[in-house]
């Protein structure tokens, strides 16, 4: 008998912690708090919250039994629900608020520069991540172009993070020491950058990319000063030894 009594007061304990973990009102999540995001509307986010947070517990026939409680919520699944729903967040923070509360921290991508494939263009993030659609190009930003890359998913990795840095480092080089612009980039096993004075240079991404900034500085300080940059085609950078332009 007191085998008996010991197993109802188990099965009732658990009975009470299951009902207070998954349907107890007070643990069922109602309120969404929402920052840092600009471009993406926070009650875009929170629908896609709510549609993640219902969790199925049960299921036969006609009978569906569902929670929201704040116990059994999937951080990483709900973080990544968000981030394939919006191309344009870069990172969500996902914290518990006790007892029915959620906050997110939203980190959005920034604009780097422009990728165009087949008259298509988007925004492209220091990562290489197209983002958005554009119908517009943005004036004086670097526009990228790279051949045989499928731009259907955005959110997507489409050029390598080193061949940001790279594109980054040049770009900078030239607009900080000769107050010359990047007009646009094209992507293959050559890196070739058209500036805004109409010539080009090419790059080796593969190579000491550092070594060939050097080689192009030496140049443009010392064997083509500004007065007579608009005359040339191009500079080579992407041999080891030997720098050329024409």
Not at 1 to 25: G, N, Q, R
Not at 155 to 160: A, E, L, M, R, V
Not at 187 to 209: A, G, R
Request: glycine share 4%.
């Amino acid at each position: 008998m007191p085998i008996f009594w010991l197993a109802l007061l188990i099965f009732i304990l658990l009975t009470s912690v299951i009902y207070f973990t998954l349907f107890y009102s007070k643990f069922q999540v109602i309120k969404i708090e929402i920052s840092g995001n600009g471009k993406v509307k926070s009650e875009n986010i929170e629908n896609t919250v709510w549609v993640a947070l219902e969790r199925k517990i049960f299921s036969a026939g006609l009978v569906n039994i569902s929670s929201k409680s704040i116990f059994i919520i999937d951080k990483k699944k709900l973080t990544k629900d968000i981030l394939n729903e919006f191309p344009g967040i870069q990172e969500v923070l996902v914290q518990k608020k006790m007892p029915d509360g959620l906050t997110l921290k939203i980190t959005e991508r920034q604009p780097f520069a422009v990728f165009c494939q087949n008259d298509n263009c988007f925004f492209i993030d220091e990562n290489g991540v197209i983002f958005e659609p554009l119908e517009n190009l943005p004036k004086d930003m670097v526009v990228l172009h790279k051949e045989s890359v499928e731009t259907n998913d955005l959110g997507k990795n489409i050029i390598n993070k080193n061949i940001m840095d790279v594109i980054y480092k040049v770009q900078k080089n030239l607009k900080d020491n000769f107050q010359i612009g990047v007009k646009e980039v094209f992507v293959s096993e050559l890196l070739v950058f058209k500036t805004s004075e109409n010539w080009q240079i090419y790059f080796d991404p593969n190579s000491d990319i550092q070594l060939h900034i050097t080689k192009m500085n030496i140049l443009l300080k010392d064997e083509i000063p500004a007065n007579t940059r608009k005359n040339i085609q191009y500079i080579y950078l992407q041999y080891k030894d030997r720098a050329y332009y024409k």
